[in-house]
Nanobody
Framework: QVQLVESGGGLVQAGGSLRLSCAAS????????SGWFRQAPGKEREFAAGATSSGAGTLYADSARDRFTISRDNAKNTVYLQMNRLSPEDTAVYYC?????????????????WGQGTQVTVSS
């Protein structure tokens, strides 16, 4: 079992930056791939970024590439999402997820564990 707790969300102006953190419990977290997803009001949950269990491999949505960076520190059981050049279109609840595999995936249904989410609001 893995429990995930996100933090770091908030209100930021367009063009600003935020760093989200996801703290995981469980000694086997380093064997799980991780992902960050987001869900805006009235929209489906969508993939933003993912990392392999080691963190060596990463995957990004087109909307996140060149602006977001996912990283993980397995010694601290923590995954991060650095978000730069934010725009109002990035406003959403951001969720951290863990997948019982070494490899990340774009589909939410591929993930086994989810955090409760953290709100990110970008003002224009």
């Amino acid at each position: 079992q893995v429990q995930l707790v996100e933090s770091g969300g908030g209100l930021v102006q367009a063009g600003g930056s935020l760093r989200l953190s996801c703290a995981a419990s469980g000694r086997t977290f380093s064997t799980y791939a991780s992902g960050w997803f987001r869900q805006a009001p009235g929209k489906e949950r969508e993939f933003a970024a993912g990392a392999t269990s080691s963190g060596a491999g990463t995957l990004y949505a087109d909307s996140a590439r060149d602006r977001f960076t996912i990283s993980r520190d397995n010694a601290k059981n923590t995954v991060y999402l650095q978000m730069n050049r934010l725009s109002p279109e990035d406003t959403a609840v951001y969720y951290c997820a863990a997948r019982e595999s070494r490899y990340t995936h774009r589909r939410p249904s591929e993930y086994n564990y989810w955090g409760q989410g953290t709100q990110v609001t970008v003002s224009s």
